[in-house]
């Protein structure tokens, strides 16, 4: 990435509207001559991004404004308010017996796991903020084995705890008990893959970069990509409904996902593994896995439809000055780069500020109060090429961007997409972070950050904004030196009440899991939470399946 300034001479074979644009810049760092109509693009797809395994006082609704109509929010069933996201009391299932074991290890042999040292890490989860308590780990390898285990515990009435790579970040992947853990881990085969249609289909513990790597040998990618792909699992994934960096081009995992092979809680095999693009026959059942977080079933394979690995991929970082030309300049990219678009990511300064200081990641272009890590992606370099000039001289000649740098080569697009992965890394660094995912209308989605600032003060040390613009996801991150209770109140029920009076949602991509479930009522009438408990009712009556996840504790 070679620096360019106003007295920028060129030593490529530019167009001279090329050269002009850029002595009219204030600083564009770019390659220039890969972004000549007459050069060639590198064929790098995304596939060499760094992996990260791995964020005043309160007024009720009715009282505050911030600028938008406030609506009265959701009490519980009973006229409660939503109870605080402590762990509940311990329902009455029953506790593993010897008997029990002798059965796990009689259908897994080697694979009923109890060394409390293996256990640790599957009972606390990535941010180390809940920790279980189960005494057997269950690796089954195959649907079938899933079944026994889980005829088995319906029967003895032993909850269960589902769980992929453990990388959620809103306690759903590990118990809060002494539930029985059952790990997808070696359900890892790719069972088959189209190279006509795209669609693959694997089992529920593939890891998603593996997936990928699979794939872009083939000259596909997977539909979505998560800064912890190294150690996710697509059945997670598809648990959760994982969003990421690429929903902006191809669509949640609603649109994506093809099939389902699901475990009930009775042991029933659900086979709605279909590797069709178009069945209007019934319910669409699969849609009730895709999000339930495994309170309704274990998600056993998947059948995925995969689009083409791109042969041109540019990844663009600029700096805005201000939010509002940020929008902006989504909405002019939305215009001029069209169907190359794949992906709209932004930063804050104080983000900027985390990477440089606990990162040692140097700003790659002068500093700014934002930051947007554009990605196109098409099969044309010479279009694409030409596209993404036009945009960026609109942009800069439009004063909404002050300064950038682009990237075609592989060690570069890793290292400007870095800058937007590894946020999450830096902010472990930082303190004992409080993590917010948020939906909104996307000219809100700063405004949250501003606004919490203020309410906090010097309560907290740090308040950072990033996420994804293109689909109006923020990721609001507060962190202290150590866990603080009385800065947690200050935040909450205040994050969830201003995202409400937004009709924004508390949960855009992460779920809700033990953390956020007693929270639902903000996004959810009480009339939908309802017949969600109806459904899980019917599916698990026993509720053996992620017990005090997703559903709020006063459901009745």
């Not at 990260?52 to 600028?67: C, E, I, K, T, Y």
């Not at 697509?234 to 191809?250: D, E, K, P, S």
């Not at 472990?428 to 909104?440: A, E, P, R």
Request: proline share 5%.
């Amino acid at each position: 990435m070679q620096v360019v300034s106003r007295t920028f001479t060129p030593v490529c074979a530019c167009t001279p509207v090329m050269v002009g644009f850029f002595q009219r810049t204030l600083r564009l760092r770019t390659a220039l001559r890969h972004l000549s109509p007459h050069s060639t693009v590198s064929s790098a797809a995304t596939a060499g991004r760094s992996p990260v395994d791995l964020r005043g006082s309160f007024l009720p609704a009715a009282s505050w404004q911030l600028g938008v109509c406030c609506r009265t929010l959701h009490s519980g069933s009973d006229g409660s308010r939503p109870s605080p996201a402590a762990a509940p009391d311990r329902l009455p299932f029953s506790r593993i017996t010897g008997e029990d074991l002798a059965f796990f290890r009689k259908i897994l042999p080697g694979r009923a796991i109890t060394d409390p040292d293996l256990l640790e890490s599957c009972n606390v989860d990535w941010l180390k903020s809940v920790r279980g308590s189960s005494e057997v780990l269950l690796r089954p390898q195959t649907t079938e084995e899933v079944s026994q285990i889980l005829k088995y515990c319906n029967g003895r009435n032993l909850a269960v705890n589902p769980q992929g790579g453990n990388t959620g970040l809103v306690g759903g992947s590990v118990p809060v008990y002494d539930e029985v853990i059952l790990s997808t881990a070696l359900m890892n085969n790719i069972l088959t893959f189209d190279s006509i249609s795209g669609i693959l289909t694997c089992q529920a513990g593939c890891v998603l970069e593996n997936l990928s790597t699979y794939l872009e040998d083939r000259d596909y990618i997977m539909p979505l990509d998560l800064g912890a792909k190294g150690s996710c699992h697509i059945g997670g994934n598809v648990a959760t409904n994982a969003g990421g960096l690429r929903l902006l081009r191809y669509g949640s995992l609603h649109g994506t996902v093809l099939g389902l092979e699901v475990v009930l809680a009775d042991g029933r095999v659900l086979d709605c593994l279909a590797t069709l693009r178009k069945d209007n026959t019934g319910y669409d059942l699969k849609q009730l896995f895709i999000g339930s977080e495994g309170t309704l079933g274990v998600i056993a394979a998947v059948s995925i439809l995969c689009p083409r690995k791109p042969k041109s991929v540019n990844v663009v970082f600029l700096g805005c000055e201000t939010f509002e030309q940020l929008l902006k300049t989504f909405q002019l990219s939305k215009g001029m780069l069209g169907e190359i678009l794949s992906a709209y990511e932004f930063l804050d300064s104080e983000c900027m500020r985390l990477l440089n200081t606990h990162l040692k990641l140097p700003n790659p272009i002068s500093d700014c109060s934002f930051y947007v890590v554009i990605e196109t992606s098409g099969s044309d370099p010479t279009h694409d090429g030409e596209k993404l000039h036009n945009f960026l001289e609109e942009a800069m000649t439009s004063s909404l961007v002050t300064d950038g740098t682009v990237a075609t080569e592989d060690s570069k697009i890793k290292a400007l997409w870095s800058m937007r992965e590894r946020v999450t890394e830096a902010l472990t660094h930082d303190g004992f972070t409080y993590k917010y995912d948020i939906s909104l209308p996307m000219e809100r989605i700063y405004q949250l950050v501003t606004d919490m600032r203020e309410h906090l003060g010097d309560r907290a040390k740090s308040v950072v904004g990033y996420g994804h613009v293109g689909d109006g996801n923020l990721h609001l991150n507060i962190t202290s030196p150590v866990k603080d209770p009385a800065l947690l109140a200050a935040i909450e029920p205040f994050v969830y009440e201003w995202t409400a009076s937004c009709h924004g949602s508390i949960s855009a991509e992460h779920g809700l899991g033990l953390k956020k479930r007693n929270y639902i009522y903000y996004s959810k009438p009480s009339q939908a939470v309802a017949l969600m408990g109806n459904i899980k009712a019917m599916l698990d009556p026993k509720g053996i399946l992620n017990p005090y996840k997703t559903l709020p504790d006063n459901l009745k």
